[in-house]
């Protein structure tokens, strides 16, 4: 018989101190190995960051606050970085170093920088929040891709609007 069992864990964030949300269907730990692996729908909130997956990781060191997170299967994120910038996105691998603030993105990562309106797309995406800084890397058959909104010149329309006129 399968039985959903919806299990909301709160632990301690090593950073802020915000309070760390996870909520999935199965769980599982042990607490000498510092390994928790949270399965099926996973949600992880903390703060404005969110990030979504079919299973979660979480290793945490002798104090139990959270080292690093992997999150695996159809995962969804969204993150505001310390200078206000928001990213959302999705890929196949996530895994998240809490103390350094960077994420490392792995297998069909589409990268949106919302406020912005950038957007990356590749097989492998580092991007350090605390830096404010990307890297990006295409498979070995396709290239990376960066898609920038780029506003319009205003002497060229002018130019274009007399033409018409």
Do not use: C, W
């Not at 959903?4 to 996870?22: D, G, M, N, P, Y």
């Not at 996973?42 to 969110?50: A, K, L, M």
């Not at 097989?123 to 295409?138: D, Q």
């Not at 070995?140 to 006129?165: A, L, S």
């Amino acid at each position: 018989m399968k039985k959903k069992i919806f299990l909301t864990i709160f632990l301690a964030a090593t950073l802020f101190s915000q309070e760390l949300k996870v909520k999935a269907k199965l769980f599982n730990a042990d607490q000498k190995a510092g390994i928790s692996v949270f399965e099926g729908n996973v949600n992880i909130i903390r703060g404005s960051d969110e990030l979504n997956a079919s299973k979660v990781t979480i290793y945490t060191n002798a104090n139990q606050e959270p080292t690093k997170f992997i999150a695996e299967g159809n995962a969804s994120f969204k993150i505001q970085t310390l200078d206000g910038a928001l990213y959302n996105g999705k890929a196949q691998r996530v895994i998240y170093l809490p103390e350094k603030k960077e994420y490392h993105f792995f297998k069909e990562v589409h990268l949106k920088q919302v406020n912005e309106k950038k957007e990356i797309i590749g097989e492998e995406v580092i991007l350090k929040t605390i830096e404010g800084k990307a890297y990006a890397k295409g498979a070995e058959r396709e290239p990376v891709i960066m898609i920038f909104n780029m506003p319009e010149d205003n002497n060229k329309t002018r130019e274009k609007k007399e033409q018409n006129d």
